[in-house]
């Protein structure tokens, strides 16, 4: 696993509403932890871009609502640096459902997705439509 390229600032905690990018069925998702979360002790896992998380399904079909499933966030409003100096910022919090062998559920991806994602999971670069 390569080394992220830049400093990817960690501000989506437990609670926080993210929109669904794929097509696997589920609309809105509620982030209910981190994994392999490491946090300061008795605090919330913050996570970013490129992070799995465990997530509760808000809105979609009735095969996915209430469901926990696993998702990796592949855009986020606050902005992360790259090493050449510049700020990347997208306009919502997104993510995509993964399997327990992180492969997508999905077989498209609506939006862009952040090159840091392709990095930490290759097997993601398939499904992309546009990579920032």
């Keep these: 696993?390569?080394?992220?390229?830049?400093?990817?600032?960690?501000?989506?905690?437990?609670?926080?509403?993210?929109?669904?990018?794929?097509?696997?069925?589920?609309?809105?998702?509620?982030?209910?932890?981190?994994?392999?979360?490491?946090?300061?002790?008795?605090?919330?896992?913050?996570?970013?871009?490129?992070?799995?998380?465990?997530?509760?399904?808000?809105t979609g079909t009735p095969a996915y609502r209430k469901k926990k499933v696993r998702a990796i966030i592949i855009r986020q409003k606050h902005p992360l640096r790259r090493k050449n100096g510049i700020h990347v910022r997208f306009e919502d919090n997104a993510a995509i459902l993964i399997t327990e062998s992180d492969l997508p559920v999905g077989t498209e991806v609506k939006g862009a997705m952040a090159r840091e994602v392709i990095e930490k999971n290759i097997k993601l670069a398939g499904i992309a439509s546009r990579v920032v």
């Design 1 to 58: 696993m390569a080394g992220i390229i830049g400093k990817v600032s960690k501000t989506l905690i437990p609670g926080s509403i993210l929109t669904c990018a794929d097509n696997s069925g589920a609309k809105t998702l509620m982030i209910i932890n981190k994994i392999g979360k490491s946090g300061r002790r008795g605090g919330l896992a913050n996570s970013g871009i490129g992070d799995i998380v465990m997530a509760s399904v808000k």
